[in-house]
């Protein structure tokens, strides 16, 4: 659609527009750092330059029809079910995603029939992408089930995690958006996830759940070079007496945040902000204030969110809700909350419960392979594991110093505390780019509404074009005719290497499935019944 203030170039907008104000779109697309805009008028859509639309569940009939209207002319449409235009589209194909129907987890398998499938057609000049599912209630999800996680060479090891593998989700979604822009010859721009010219970052995290001193003590020496980039969060329940610990890794230089009082999250408010509170006060005594949490196990609840939000906390991280994707501000109870989620990736130190050493050739191997597959999609490389535990990091430290020294070995990695990146993706999400193209001149330009004093100076967007060519590039450079492809830094493109399974969601094995009467539920009852004892005694 053109720019219609220009007389002398044709400027087409690179934004997403909504046709329906819905909260995990939003959540997505600000997390993704692509631009967009809503309407809740017929007469906007009618004036707006945007050339991807996208049409959740629920968009009015009106506002829908005139969409349609718009893609006969050559826009494109991303459809939510009950949202695909009536008229009959040519030229109909099915992309075939890798993800379970059901649950969006596992690689493509060929004999499975139930992956998903994309419905694309033409309808005039443009194009009509209808997805198969609705985004909120799977972005929305906090549902919990056993996962089993490949670690090369068909080796699995279950962990229990979001029944929903959300980032699946987003790459679906991802590769649908990118594919809208690309089939109308336009590039697909978005902020980039790291600051400045870094292809990923570095966040390496403790969960100190209580055990020998001698271990902690261990883990602490093997971080303590890669202090940077470390951070450490402390069950207090089990510190109370050894708050030593805590000031040690503090002295690191690490950043020192709350695990919890009690290893576990309560369904109720009232417990759960004892609990909070209570660790809260054993990190003050220790002259230690968090602002990041991380929950316990697979444990999470509604309360707890909300508790964290009044507390002020910047950030936390929870498996419960997600795992091993990029930072996003949630949507719980049908709204975006104000609490960053880091969502890590799921297998830090649980190889020995699989019959595998934890340093040896297999565990050395995967962290190598899932290290280099981060790098090369331009993800993230959340890591963590166990400080203290017996059988644990804290007791083969050697593998400790493997996985950072591995991750460090690239020189456009950052290393990064979590709290330092948390509020570098806070500024970033209150950075508004909105981006264009300009047709006659192949320029990309940006204008920056940014809330922030001084500017994020950063912060780059990432320019990807049709023929798979991409760069980074400076959004607070003044280029009203935007910029050549020259004046832009030149950035490797994005891609999953041959060993992509490794790291990846697998399969869901039905056998597994826990029924309300078997032994794990019921020990998991009693899990609770003693955590409300220890609270209310105390």
Same mark, same amino acid.
């Given at each position: 659609?053109?720019?219609?203030?220009?007389?002398?170039?044709? !400027?087409?907008?690179?934004?997403? $527009?909504?046709?329906?104000?819905? %909260?995990? #779109?939003? *959540?997505?697309?600000? /997390?993704?750092?692509?631009?967009?805009?809503?309407?809740?008028?017929?007469?906007?859509?009618?004036?707006?330059?945007?050339?991807?639309?996208?049409?959740?569940?629920?968009?009015?009939?009106?506002?829908?029809?005139?969409?349609?209207?718009?893609?006969?002319?050559?826009?494109?449409?991303?459809?939510?079910?009950?949202?695909?235009?009536?008229?009959?589209?040519?030229?109909?194909?099915?992309?075939?995603?890798?993800?379970?129907?059901?649950?969006?987890?596992?690689?493509?398998?060929?004999?499975?029939?139930?992956?998903?499938?994309?419905?694309?057609?033409?309808?005039? !000049?443009?194009?009509?992408?209808? $997805?198969?599912?609705?985004?909120? %209630?799977? #972005?929305? *999800?906090?549902?919990? /089930?056993?996962?089993?996680?490949?670690?090369?060479?068909?080796?699995?090891?279950?962990?229990?995690?979001?029944?929903?593998?959300?980032?699946?989700?987003?790459?679906?979604?991802?590769?649908?958006?990118?594919?809208?822009?690309?089939?109308?010859?336009?590039?697909?721009?978005?902020?980039?996830?790291?600051?400045?010219?870094?292809?990923?970052?570095?966040?390496?995290?403790?969960?100190?759940?209580?055990?020998?001193?001698?271990?902690?003590?261990?883990?602490?020496?093997?971080?303590?070079?890669?202090?940077?980039?470390?951070?450490?969060?402390?069950?207090?329940?089990?510190?109370?007496?050894?708050?030593? $610990?805590?000031?040690?890794?503090?002295?690191?230089?690490?950043?020192?945040?709350?695990?919890?009082?009690?290893?576990?999250?309560?369904?109720?408010?009232?417990?759960?902000?004892?609990?909070?509170?209570?660790?809260?006060?054993?990190?003050?005594?220790?002259?230690?204030?968090?602002?990041?949490?991380?929950?316990?196990?697979?444990?999470?609840?509604?309360?707890?969110?909300?508790?964290?939000?009044?507390?002020?906390?910047?950030?936390?991280?929870?498996?419960?809700?997600?795992?091993?994707?990029?930072?996003?501000?949630?949507?719980?109870?049908?709204?975006?909350?104000?609490?960053?989620?880091?969502?890590?990736?799921?297998?830090?130190?649980?190889?020995?419960?699989?019959?595998?050493?934890?340093?040896?050739?297999?565990?050395?191997?995967?962290?190598?392979?899932?290290?280099?597959?981060?790098?090369?999609?331009?993800?993230?490389?959340?890591?963590?594991?166990?400080?203290?535990?017996?059988?644990?990091?804290?007791?083969?430290?050697?593998?400790?110093?493997?996985?950072?020294?591995?991750?460090?070995?690239?020189?456009?990695?950052?290393?990064?505390?979590?709290?330092?990146?948390?509020?570098?993706?806070?500024?970033?999400?209150?950075?508004?780019?909105?981006?264009?193209?300009?047709?006659?001149?192949?320029?990309?330009?940006?204008?920056?509404?940014?809330?922030?004093?001084?500017?994020?100076?950063?912060?780059?967007?990432?320019?990807?074009?049709?023929?798979?060519?991409?760069?980074?590039?400076?959004?607070?450079?003044?280029?009203?005719?935007?910029?050549?492809?020259?004046?832009?830094?030149?950035?490797?493109?994005?891609?999953?290497?041959?060993?992509?399974?490794?790291?990846?969601?697998?399969?869901?094995?039905?056998?597994?499935?826990?029924?309300?009467?078997?032994?794990?539920?019921?020990?998991?009852?009693?899990?609770?019944?003693?955590?409300?004892?220890?609270?209310?005694?105390?």
């Amino acid at each position: 659609m053109p720019n219609k203030n220009s007389k002398n170039t044709l !400027q087409l907008d690179l934004s997403v $527009l909504l046709l329906k104000m819905d %909260p995990a #779109w939003i *959540s997505f697309l600000d /997390a993704e750092g692509i631009s967009w805009a809503t309407v809740n008028s017929d007469d906007l859509i009618k004036n707006h330059t945007a050339s991807v639309f996208v049409l959740p569940k629920g968009t009015p009939k009106s506002i829908a029809e005139n969409c349609y209207a718009l893609a006969l002319k050559g826009a494109c449409l991303i459809c939510e079910p009950d949202t695909e235009p009536v008229m009959h589209l040519d030229e109909i194909h099915y992309c075939k995603m890798p993800y379970d129907d059901q649950n969006f987890c596992g690689l493509e398998d060929k004999n499975n029939s139930r992956a998903i499938r994309v419905k694309r057609g033409k309808l005039g !000049q443009g194009t009509v992408f209808c $997805l198969p599912f609705c985004l909120r %209630p799977l #972005w929305e *999800s906090w549902g919990r /089930a056993r996962r089993f996680v490949n670690v090369g060479n068909g080796q699995l090891i279950y962990e229990e995690m979001s029944a929903i593998v959300k980032k699946n989700v987003r790459r679906v979604v991802i590769e649908i958006i990118k594919q809208a822009f690309f089939r109308q010859g336009l590039p697909f721009t978005h902020k980039w996830y790291f600051p400045g010219k870094n292809r990923s970052v570095l966040c390496f995290r403790g969960d100190a759940d209580g055990g020998p001193k001698e271990n902690f003590k261990c883990w602490l020496d093997a971080v303590r070079p890669f202090s940077t980039s470390t951070s450490v969060f402390f069950c207090t329940s089990k510190y109370t007496h050894k708050k030593d $610990l805590i000031v040690a890794a503090a002295n690191a230089g690490l950043e020192v945040g709350s695990h919890n009082h009690w290893h576990i999250v309560f369904p109720d408010r009232f417990t759960n902000s004892k609990s909070l509170i209570r660790a809260e006060t054993v990190l003050n005594s220790a002259d230690q204030h968090p602002t990041g949490f991380v929950a316990p196990a697979f444990f999470w609840h509604p309360s707890l969110y909300h508790l964290l939000e009044q507390r002020g906390y910047l950030y936390a991280s929870s498996f419960r809700v997600n795992h091993d994707g990029i930072p996003y501000f949630p949507v719980v109870n049908g709204r975006i909350g104000k609490v960053l989620e880091i969502p890590y990736h799921c297998l830090g130190d649980r190889f020995p419960v699989s019959n595998i050493p934890l340093d040896g050739e297999i565990s050395r191997r995967f962290f190598e392979t899932l290290i280099k597959k981060k790098y090369s999609a331009g993800e993230p490389m959340f890591l963590y594991g166990h400080p203290d535990i017996k059988g644990r990091m804290g007791t083969s430290p050697e593998l400790v110093r493997f996985i950072l020294e591995t991750a460090m070995s690239y020189s456009d990695v950052k290393p990064l505390q979590l709290s330092p990146y948390a509020k570098w993706w806070r500024q970033r999400t209150d950075l508004k780019v909105e981006s264009f193209y300009d047709v006659k001149s192949s320029r990309v330009g940006f204008r920056n509404e940014s809330r922030l004093s001084p500017k994020l100076p950063d912060l780059m967007v990432r320019v990807e074009f049709p023929n798979g060519e991409s760069y980074l590039a400076d959004p607070n450079l003044y280029a009203p005719k935007g910029l050549p492809r020259d004046e832009m830094v030149t950035f490797s493109p994005l891609y999953l290497p041959n060993a992509y399974d490794v790291g990846e969601v697998v399969y869901k094995r039905p056998d597994l499935i826990t029924p309300w009467h078997s032994w794990r539920n019921r020990r998991m009852i009693r899990r609770f019944a003693e955590a409300y004892w220890q609270v209310y005694r105390s």
